[in-house]
């Protein structure tokens, strides 16, 4: 399939260029921010009925990993209220660049940069994640803390340091949006050679230069892409496109990725195990451990936690290639190894969440109305649904359902698996152990969603 | 210009947003709390600070009208020694009632949900003031004017070798003989003392030992009614099963679940200063009777487990009199709680009457 180039169409053209409609959905955003914030610190602390717990893990975060992270990337990133603050202080606009603007504009440190930060900001917050999830005053308190964190980096240092290198999500969605069919990209490299201001990354009068400090015409992936268009504002020789292309297009490159890419792979990987198997599993009692933060039981907890992501997969998946290098007979090196194969694992990364998601959601999604009804617990019942008792979705079909998404990923990741395997020179034998390994994390997957 | 008037378009539309939301949150928030003359009571388990408020003040005549608010789980709220029917307090949600009382004096408000382990701590008091005080009705507890000590062991002097049966009792056909046959006669008795007296009464010669035990079975059936008994279980059943067990046993789910967790800790003056720093106001009067046993805990020993209805050997050395002190007054240096301001003299009769089935009832 060849990519659709959305931005020949002019009038879709002229909305993406256009600012006033982005910042309509980030004002929107904003409100949406600012009510869960609210509801969080006012409300009940009931977390099945206050609108910061119910629409922000359950509304939100289905609708970002089954919905827009799969078939529009980073897509989010560019309407997210978090750095808005922060992005407005810094260029002291709302709209097109005016003057300075109130930033240092210092660059983001360079023994900082990459996804090592991000990484160990998503294991911190995964710790935390159970009463986070269920505490409306912790939610609020954790939003209203990364936007602070947010402004603080954002008049520090220069463009979106924060959602770059910082932001827990951020490189969490990143590695996901490859699977997306959906792209900004240059159409012709060589034009972007040519042009020697690259106002795409300097800036211009009509946009700024680039937030997420990327060349656009070094892109090759959606990892590091914060979708917010300005390259196609400041681009003065329309050579910026915005493309439907087939799904999971970047998984196709032939170079290897970076370790900390890598590393982010196998760690989210390991952690949707887990969160799966925390919270939709049979065991109350680790519910318990994960939510008693502090506690011996806790401790254990966070102890399995950190062992099954940061040790465990990694390392089993470190041995998967090491046994297929033996008997695929090649001299790929341990590092190699991993970035090589590793970006093969997205596909399965991305379902395995995408179905925990659509298993929580299905769960959950009758405290969104009654939440909605009564936003602040007041005793009111805006839409007549405060009394809506819960009732969870699915049964059998959904969890059938769920083992189909992982299936789905399963034969995706296998495919580029292989298709690293053959550019590796290492054949199929080469890929069996990868696949083994695969074969092993959709069982322990299929076992919480299905036995 | 026109760059300068969007911008300035887009920094209004952002200063509405952002004033907008919070300022409608907040006058939705300051409106709903002052418009109403509602008293908004927010519940808790009790590990997390019980009712708050704890202490509520009304006026005779006056309605009370009270919104309220579970912060956790499902509460229920009642009045004690009322018959208004507990209201149930779903998590996040905001039940309303309306109180009006005839009478000053000092209610219990408690949890009727068994909402955790320490849930019977969920408790807290109106005082009511105005209004012409009743007549002050000075009721010595029946345990106290009979001299019985309800902290004192209270072992059987005599033990039935089958399960006594008030049935069998009374197809014996026997008239009790007198001294045994009103409910003053039951109630003031252990039954273990009653069979020892009956034993020896000239018009039991021909009767086997457990002949008389189900006499004496009989005895207490026939000084009790049936709507008495079916309103003493309803009551054991929404009081009392969850620590004693269903069947009486001693072994509810929250007995086996926990220790007890029984601290009373340090009585300063009429409130009970518990773990936690939660604090449960307690009627005038309740907290002295609190026995020194209570002092064990503070010494870091075990409480026993809940009492066992089915054990005879303990059981038929009570009289109804001692088993309703118990359960009136609470404490015995155990997790019992104190159901003096909750019960009515008849409710708590009922429930004295209802533990004899575990004795003397139908097993099957």
Same mark, same amino acid.
């Given at each position: 399939?060849?990519? *659709?180039?959305?931005?020949?169409?002019?009038?879709?053209?002229?909305?993406?260029?256009?600012?006033?409609?982005?910042?309509?959905?980030?004002?929107?955003?904003?409100?949406?921010?600012?009510?869960?914030?609210?509801?969080?610190?006012?409300?009940?602390?009931?977390?099945?009925?206050?609108?910061?717990?119910?629409?922000?893990? *359950? @509304?939100?975060?289905?609708?970002?990993?089954?919905?827009?992270?799969?078939?529009?990337?980073?897509?989010?990133?560019? *309407?997210?209220?978090?750095?808005?603050?922060?992005?407005?202080?810094?260029?002291?606009?709302?709209?097109?660049?005016?003057?300075?603007?109130?930033?240092?504009?210092?660059?983001?440190?360079?023994?900082?940069?990459?996804?090592?930060?991000?990484?160990?900001?998503?294991? *911190?917050?995964?710790?935390?994640?159970?009463?986070?999830?269920?505490?409306?005053?912790?939610?609020?308190?954790?939003?209203?803390?990364?936007?602070?964190?947010?402004?603080?980096?954002?008049?520090?240092?220069?463009?979106?340091?924060?959602?770059?290198?910082?932001?827990? +999500?951020?490189?969490?969605?990143?590695?996901?949006?490859?699977?997306?069919?959906?792209?900004?990209?240059?159409?012709?490299?060589? +034009?972007?050679?040519?042009?020697?201001?690259?106002?795409?990354?300097?800036?211009?009068?009509?946009?700024?230069?680039?937030?997420?400090?990327?060349?656009?015409?070094?892109?090759?992936?959606?990892?590091?892409?914060?979708?917010?268009?300005?390259?196609?504002?400041?681009?003065?020789?329309?050579?910026?496109?915005?493309?439907?292309?087939?799904?999971?297009?970047?998984?196709?490159?032939?170079?290897? +990725?970076?370790?900390?890419?890598?590393?982010?792979?196998?760690?989210?990987?390991?952690? @949707?195990?887990?969160?799966?198997?925390?919270?939709?599993?049979?065991?109350?009692?680790?519910?318990?451990?994960?939510?008693?933060?502090?506690?011996?039981?806790?401790?254990?907890?966070?102890?399995?936690?950190?062992?099954?992501?940061?040790?465990?997969?990694?390392?089993?998946?470190?041995?998967?290639?090491?046994?297929?290098?033996?008997?695929?007979?090649?001299?790929?090196?341990?590092?190699?190894?991993?970035?090589?194969?590793?970006?093969?694992?997205?596909?399965?990364?991305?379902?395995?969440?995408?179905?925990?998601?659509?298993?929580?959601?299905?769960?959950?999604?009758?405290?969104?109305?009654? @939440?909605?009804?009564?936003?602040?617990?007041?005793?009111?019942?805006?839409?007549?649904?405060?009394?809506?008792?819960?009732?969870?979705?699915?049964?059998?079909?959904?969890?059938? @359902?769920?083992?189909?998404?992982?299936?789905?990923?399963?034969?995706?990741?296998?495919?580029?698996?292989?298709?690293?395997?053959?550019?590796?020179?290492?054949? +199929?034998?080469?890929?069996?152990?990868?696949?083994?390994?695969?074969?092993?994390?959709?069982?322990?997957?299929?076992?919480?969603?299905?036995? | 210009?026109?760059?300068?008037?969007?911008?300035?378009?887009?920094?209004?539309?952002?200063?509405?947003?952002?004033?907008?939301?919070?300022?409608?949150?907040?006058?939705?928030?300051?409106?709903?709390?002052?418009?109403?003359?509602?008293?908004?009571?927010?519940?808790?388990?009790?590990?997390?600070?019980?009712?708050?408020?704890?202490?509520?003040?009304?006026?005779?005549?006056?309605?009370?009208?009270?919104?309220?608010?579970?912060?956790?789980?499902?509460?229920?709220?009642?009045?004690?020694?009322?018959?208004?029917?507990?209201?149930?307090?779903?998590?996040?949600?905001?039940?309303?009632?309306?109180?009006?009382?005839?009478?000053?004096?000092?209610?219990?408000?408690?949890?009727?949900?068994?909402?955790?382990?320490?849930?019977?701590?969920?408790?807290?008091?109106?005082?009511?003031?105005?209004?012409?005080?009743?007549?002050?009705?000075?009721?010595?507890?029946?345990?106290?004017?009979?001299?019985?000590?309800?902290?004192?062991?209270?072992?059987?002097?005599?033990?039935?070798?089958?399960?006594?049966?008030?049935?069998?009792?009374?197809?014996?056909?026997?008239?009790?003989?007198?001294?045994?046959?009103?409910?003053?006669?039951?109630?003031?008795?252990?039954?273990?003392?009653?069979?020892?007296?009956?034993?020896?009464?000239?018009?039991?010669?021909?009767?086997?030992?457990?002949?008389?035990?189900?006499?004496?079975?009989?005895?207490?059936?026939?000084?009790?009614?049936?709507?008495?008994?079916?309103?003493?279980?309803?009551?054991?059943?929404?009081?009392?099963?969850?620590?004693?067990?269903?069947?009486?046993?001693?072994?509810?789910?929250?007995?086996?679940?926990?220790?007890?967790?029984?601290?009373?800790?340090?009585?300063?003056?009429?409130?009970?200063?518990?773990?936690?720093?939660?604090?449960?106001?307690?009627?005038?009067?309740?907290?002295?009777?609190?026995?020194?046993?209570?002092?064990?805990?503070?010494?870091?020993?075990?409480?026993?487990?809940?009492?066992?209805?089915?054990?005879?050997?303990?059981?038929?050395?009570?009289?109804?009199?001692?088993?309703?002190?118990?359960?009136?007054?609470?404490?015995?240096?155990?997790?019992?709680?104190?159901?003096?301001?909750?019960?009515?003299?008849?409710?708590?009769?009922?429930?004295?009457?209802?533990?004899?089935?575990?004795?003397?009832?139908?097993?099957?």
């Amino acid at each position: 399939m060849m990519p *659709i180039d959305l931005t020949r169409f002019p009038f879709v053209r002229s909305i993406l260029v256009a600012r006033g409609p982005q910042l309509a959905v980030q004002l929107a955003a904003v409100a949406g921010l600012l009510l869960v914030i609210a509801a969080g610190l006012l409300g009940t602390p009931v977390g099945s009925r206050n609108p910061a717990t119910v629409l922000v893990w *359950i @509304a939100w975060w289905a609708a970002l990993m089954i919905v827009a992270v799969p078939f529009f990337g980073r897509l989010w990133c560019g *309407i997210c209220p978090l750095p808005l603050p922060g992005e407005w202080l810094q260029r002291g606009a709302l709209l097109r660049p005016r003057g300075r603007g109130r930033g240092m504009g210092r660059p983001w440190p360079r023994r900082l940069r990459g996804l090592w930060v991000q990484n160990a900001a998503f294991v *911190i917050v995964a710790l935390f994640s159970l009463p986070v999830l269920t505490q409306p005053r912790l939610t609020a308190l954790l939003l209203a803390g990364l936007v602070l964190v947010a402004i603080a980096i954002s008049l520090v240092f220069e463009r979106r340091s924060f959602c770059r290198y910082l932001c827990p +999500v951020g490189g969490f969605i990143g590695l996901y949006a490859q699977a997306a069919p959906l792209e900004v990209r240059v159409r012709d490299p060589r +034009v972007c050679a040519d042009h020697t201001t690259k106002t795409c990354y300097t800036g211009s009068a009509d946009g700024y230069g680039c937030p997420w400090l990327v060349f656009p015409a070094t892109l090759t992936s959606n990892v590091s892409c914060g979708v917010c268009l300005e390259c196609l504002r400041t681009c003065p020789l329309d050579n910026v496109a915005i493309r439907l292309r087939p799904m999971g297009a970047d998984l196709r490159r032939s170079a290897p +990725v970076r370790i900390d890419e890598a590393f982010k792979s196998l760690v989210l990987i390991g952690s @949707a195990l887990v969160y799966a198997f925390v919270l939709l599993g049979p065991s109350s009692a680790l519910r318990a451990a994960a939510a008693a933060v502090g506690s011996p039981s806790w401790l254990a907890y966070a102890a399995g936690f950190l062992l099954v992501t940061v040790v465990l997969v990694p390392g089993l998946f470190l041995a998967a290639t090491r046994l297929g290098r033996s008997v695929g007979r090649n001299h790929l090196s341990a590092k190699e190894g991993l970035q090589r194969f590793a970006p093969a694992l997205v596909p399965l990364g991305l379902a395995a969440w995408a179905a925990f998601s659509l298993g929580f959601v299905l769960t959950n999604a009758s405290y969104i109305l009654p @939440a909605l009804s009564d936003p602040i617990g007041l005793g009111w019942d805006l839409l007549g649904t405060t009394s809506m008792p819960w009732t969870p979705m699915g049964g059998t079909l959904a969890s059938w @359902a769920l083992a189909a998404i992982v299936l789905v990923g399963l034969a995706w990741s296998s495919r580029h698996v292989r298709a690293v395997a053959e550019d590796l020179a290492g054949g +199929v034998r080469m890929a069996i152990p990868v696949w083994g390994f695969s074969f092993l994390v959709t069982a322990g997957l299929l076992w919480v969603f299905v036995a | 210009m026109l760059r300068t008037s969007s911008e300035h378009l887009a920094r209004i539309a952002l200063a509405l947003v952002t004033l907008a939301v919070p300022l409608a949150v907040a006058v939705a928030w300051w409106g709903a709390h002052r418009s109403t003359s509602a008293v908004t009571i927010h519940g808790r388990v009790s590990e997390a600070g019980g009712w708050l408020p704890g202490t509520l003040r009304a006026v005779v005549g006056t309605p009370l009208r009270l919104r309220l608010v579970s912060d956790d789980v499902v509460h229920g709220f009642a009045v004690g020694r009322s018959d208004a029917a507990p209201l149930d307090i779903p998590p996040g949600q905001v039940v309303e009632t309306t109180l009006t009382f005839d009478q000053p004096g000092t209610y219990t408000f408690y949890c009727t949900r068994w909402c955790g382990p320490d849930h019977w701590r969920m408790r807290g008091v109106i005082e009511v003031s105005g209004g012409q005080p009743a007549a002050p009705e000075i009721v010595e507890p029946l345990y106290e004017s009979l001299g019985i000590d309800i902290d004192a062991p209270h072992p059987a002097s005599a033990l039935p070798s089958v399960r006594p049966s008030a049935e069998r009792g009374e197809s014996l056909g026997i008239e009790m003989p007198e001294g045994f046959r009103s409910r003053q006669d039951f109630i003031a008795r252990p039954p273990a003392e009653t069979w020892q007296s009956l034993r020896l009464d000239s018009s039991t010669r021909g009767l086997s030992d457990s002949q008389v035990w189900d006499l004496v079975a009989y005895q207490w059936r026939s000084t009790t009614t049936d709507a008495a008994l079916q309103e003493g279980q309803a009551l054991f059943a929404q009081n009392c099963a969850a620590c004693h067990g269903e069947s009486g046993g001693g072994d509810g789910v929250i007995a086996l679940s926990t220790p007890v967790p029984v601290s009373f800790g340090i009585l300063e003056g009429t409130a009970l200063s518990v773990p936690q720093g939660i604090a449960l106001s307690v009627p005038e009067g309740i907290a002295d009777a609190v026995p020194a046993a209570a002092a064990t805990h503070l010494a870091g020993e075990q409480p026993p487990s809940p009492a066992d209805f089915t054990d005879p050997s303990t059981m038929l050395g009570a009289s109804s009199a001692l088993l309703q002190g118990k359960i009136l007054r609470g404490g015995m240096g155990t997790g019992m709680p104190y159901w003096g301001p909750i019960l009515t003299e008849a409710q708590l009769w009922a429930l004295t009457d209802y533990l004899w089935t575990f004795q003397f009832g139908e097993t099957s």
